[in-house]
């Protein structure tokens, strides 16, 4: 096993022979391919009699040499000349295994595909859409269908295991509000219009928009993941064959859960923000918390509250389909159930603020400022 | 000190698998207690045990993915007890493992996938020569030429058997662990498995540790056949021997109704094999000429 491959070219009676010398192995062809693959002109044989071993990859150069420079094989023993048997079979030149294009050709391509997929997946959405509303007919019209149980168990995972970390998130941007606000007010000497920032800001659009995002990163990615899954064990076939809908039974409780819960969570997120920035105040600017909080009944219109839970439940409805929509998409492989995953999130949370934006222009245009 | 050395590294040769009192546990599950186990060098040992023995276990124990509670566990006269799952290399390159669902990597085609293993351990060897190796392993393998450039989504149960088996060949290794390679397979293409199976075992020298379900594959291609019974290895025999033994789980193995049609499959094909032997041509002629000499 030990020593290097070589090889020697001999002038002998019959012409020049190629003799391989030493192992030739995986772990040692690997320095003397180069050297073999200059050699030119034919050969009247290759000789293998002093090759001290042999493995299938040492088979393979030996038949290419053979079938490159002409000679046959000689002085081949038992083991490599059942070798070189067993690897002829495959054709020297042929397909090749990587299948990437040169960077020219990719980049067209790509572009190509995503401007397809963007319009197939449009379609897609749409059909999907167009699915649920068909199930939550047909759930209308047979509401002993409705799947009570799924809901209430979706409207905890979604709703209440949520409640400590979106708390957690709203006293904190509570806290951060107050805290900058204060701070850029008191250069016109009005740090008391912190209770308006805090308050107004909260209800209008922070609570709601960042409890949206809680929302999409925690249960939007559990859906498409949990959808994709259960997609790739073919446990949704499996509940097609039975007969049971898999929209009506995982998809319609799931889009449902979230329409619900999403206002209750937002305002929850308000409360605790508004919490938060009372706190602060009263911490730093010296504004007693229980004056912080009745001035917030005084410059805080109703209309904000309106404002922030009217977008909570379309914000819940988008995260839900965006989730389950990437979710039962997922076909083939494991990797598909992240990369859809991922999309669901990203697109979630994009057409989240998209909305935002043009809520934000809507309801001041009809006087909700 | 030498002569021991010399003695040990002979007995290495002789059982690249040593396995002495394996214990492994699942919490308060034990699944194996005192298991022992030696390979012999170029046979193909069978491994067979109901369902939760603890087959995998052993094959995962062995080439170090699980780390045992106890025991020794020797490949090629080095322990693989005592190190990390990602230690051992000096074996890791002289053995070759098959698993269960092929276990290829998704994002590669089949020949990136044979070729990751000569990239990790053979920098050296250039692209064309590894893309070469790659498609005659893939060809080896029974596969055709053209699956080197798929993607292992578009291969079917059996292509990503043998794609995963190219994978398992990269390296030339020495030793082949096979997952149950003929589970979930058609009986044709089980049978196909099989023989190559024989085939690149006979060709290459390998020894291979088979873990099956398949009482075909045991009958055709297992040399020794290891029952794991009761936590332990209760025997390791050839077939006929193992149906002499005297205990239920066996007996109930091999000659349950499917024991016993693999048995006459297996009689029948070795009763075909001699059809075009020359002791079976001789016995023919010896008949046809009776008569004549009886004349």
Redesign the interface.
């Not at chain 1, 083939?332 to 990797?335: A, D, F, R, V």
């Given at each position: 096993m030990n020593g290097a491959a070589s090889f020697a070219l001999v002038d002998e009676a019959d012409g020049r022979v190629l003799r391989l010398q030493g192992p030739y192995?995986?772990?040692t062809?690997?320095?003397v391919?180069?050297h073999l693959h200059d050699l030119k002109g034919d050969v009247a044989a290759v000789d293998l009699s002093q090759v001290t071993a042999i493995?299938?990859?040492g088979a393979?150069?030996a038949h290419?040499l053979s079938l490159r420079l002409n000679g046959p094989i000689t002085g081949a023993d038992d083991?490599a000349a059942?070798?070189i048997d067993?690897?002829s079979?495959?054709?020297?030149d042929?397909?090749?295994?990587?299948?990437h294009l040169p960077v020219w050709q990719r980049v067209p391509q790509r572009m190509g595909e995503l401007v397809v997929e963007f319009f197939a997946g449009l379609l897609g959405v749409l059909g999907f859409l167009g699915q649920i509303i068909l199930a939550a007919g047909a759930i209308i019209r047979h509401p002993r269908r409705f799947r009570g149980k799924a809901l209430v168990r979706q409207m905890e995972q979604v709703g209440v295991s949520a409640l400590p970390i979106v708390g957690l998130m709203s006293f904190l941007i509570g806290i951060v509000i107050a805290q900058q606000g204060a701070v850029q007010l008191a250069q016109f000497g009005a740090e008391t219009l912190t209770v308006n920032l805090v308050g107004r800001i909260t209800l209008r659009e922070l609570g709601v928009l960042m409890t949206a995002i809680m929302v999409a990163g925690r249960s939007g990615s559990a859906f498409a993941a949990q959808l994709g899954t259960m997609k790739l064990t073919e446990e949704i076939d499996a509940m097609r064959t039975i007969g049971i809908s898999p929209i009506e039974a995982l998809v319609i409780p799931r889009i449902l859960a979230a329409v619900l819960v999403m206002p209750l969570l937002g305002f929850y997120a308000c409360v605790v923000a508004i919490v938060g920035g009372a706190v602060i105040a009263d911490l730093s600017l010296g504004i007693p918390f229980q004056s912080f909080l009745l001035r917030i009944r005084d410059v805080v219109p109703t209309y904000d509250l309106w404002v922030g839970l009217i977008k909570a439940p379309v914000f819940g409805l988008i995260i839900a389909l965006s989730g389950c929509y990437q979710g039962m998409q997922v076909k083939?492989?494991?990797?598909e159930v992240g990369m859809r995953t991922t999309t669901a999130v990203v697109a979630a949370i994009f057409m989240v603020i998209v909305l935002d934006a043009f809520f934000a222009v809507f309801f001041t245009n009809v006087g909700w400022g | 000190m030498q002569e021991e050395d010399t003695v040990a590294e002979n007995a290495t040769a002789e059982y690249p698998i040593v396995v002495e009192g394996l214990v492994n546990r699942f919490g308060d599950q034990t699944v194996h207690d005192g298991l022992d186990l030696t390979v012999r060098r170029g046979e193909i040992l069978g491994v067979v045990g109901g369902s939760g023995t603890g087959k995998s276990v052993l094959m995962r124990s062995i080439i170090g993915l699980q780390a045992p509670a106890g025991g020794d566990i020797r490949v090629f006269g080095r322990s693989i007890t005592d190190r990390a799952p990602d230690e051992v290399l000096g074996v890791r390159d002289r053995w070759g493992v098959l698993f269960q669902g092929g276990a290829l990597f998704s994002t590669l085609t089949v020949g990136e996938n044979v070729e990751v293993p000569l990239k990790q351990f053979y920098g050296d060897i250039d692209d064309k020569l590894r893309h070469e190796i790659a498609r005659y392993k893939v060809m080896m393998s029974g596969l055709p030429e053209e699956a080197v450039a798929k993607f292992p989504a578009e291969l079917s149960g059996g292509m990503k058997k043998r794609a995963g088996l190219a994978r398992a060949l990269a390296l030339d290794p020495e030793l082949l662990f096979l997952d149950e390679p003929t589970a979930g397979l058609d009986p044709i293409g089980a049978a196909a498995f099989d023989r190559l199976i024989a085939e690149l075992q006979e060709t290459l020298g390998l020894t291979v540790f088979l873990i099956t379900h398949d009482l075909d594959t045991l009958h055709e291609i297992c040399d020794r056949v290891a029952v794991l019974a009761d936590k332990r290895v209760i025997a390791v025999d050839t077939v006929p021997n193992l149906m002499r033994l005297d205990h239920p789980w066996i007996n109930e193995y091999f000659n349950g109704p499917r024991g016993r049609a693999a048995l006459t499959a297996q009689a029948l094909d070795e009763l075909r094999r001699h059809m075009d032997k020359p002791v079976a041509a001789n016995a023919v002629k010896v008949l046809d000429n009776a008569p004549q000499r009886g004349a």
């Open positions: 192995l995986l772990s062809v690997g320095a391919d180069a493995d299938t990859v393979w150069v290419t083991r059942r070798l067993a690897v079979a495959a054709p020297m042929g397909v090749t295994p990587s299948r083939g492989n494991s990797e | -």
